[in-house]
């Protein structure tokens, strides 16, 4: 088995759709960033990625790189999930933690982990999302963006 981390933060910015784990949330401003700027994937694809000892997410989709602006984080995180398949292992489970103020998660985590499962070609039971807030502290408290924490374990596939 092994084990992978991942951290990212994006930015508030209105006028553009709002993507958080592969899935689009209406109603609420959208986040900053070249890709789509899904936090959420960007953190489980660095995860990812670490568990492999493969880098990070830059480093294999660079932000510099136009092919990338505005790039579907789905489809980066299904790269990242052939990389884990051409190695021989599969998904054990993935625990994601979001923080923000708003907006409210809850309604939209049901969602996120379908999706998630669906990407990663695994149950949904072996996928878990969870939604906090930064208790109205710091950038997050003041609503500035979003953080999401991920950790992941894959296990040789058999
Ligand atoms: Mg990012």
Do not use: W
């Not at 759709?17 to 070249?34: P, Q, S, V």
């Not at 299904?78 to 190695?87: K, L, P, S």
């Not at 906090?132 to 058999?158: C, D, N, P, Q, Y």
């Amino acid at each position: 088995m092994r084990i992978g981390f991942g951290y990212d933060v994006h930015p508030f910015e209105s006028g553009r759709r709002l993507m958080l784990g592969g899935i689009e949330i209406h109603g609420f401003k959208g986040l900053k960033g070249h890709s789509d700027a899904d936090v959420l994937l960007h953190a489980l694809t660095d995860a990812l990625y670490g568990a492999l000892a493969l880098g990070d997410i830059g480093s294999h989709f660079p932000d510099t790189d136009p092919e990338y602006k505005n790039a579907d984080s789905a489809k980066l995180l299904a790269e990242c999930y052939g990389e884990i398949i051409d190695r021989g292992y599969e998904i054990s489970n993935a625990d994601i933690t979001v923080v923000a103020e708003r907006p409210k998660l809850q309604p939209h985590i049901a969602a996120i982990r379908e999706r998630i499962a669906q990407l990663l070609h695994c149950e949904c039971s072996r996928i878990s999302v969870k939604a906090t807030t930064s208790e109205k502290m710091g950038f997050i408290g003041r609503e500035e963006g979003v953080a999401v924490h991920a950790v992941v374990l894959i296990k040789e596939a058999g």
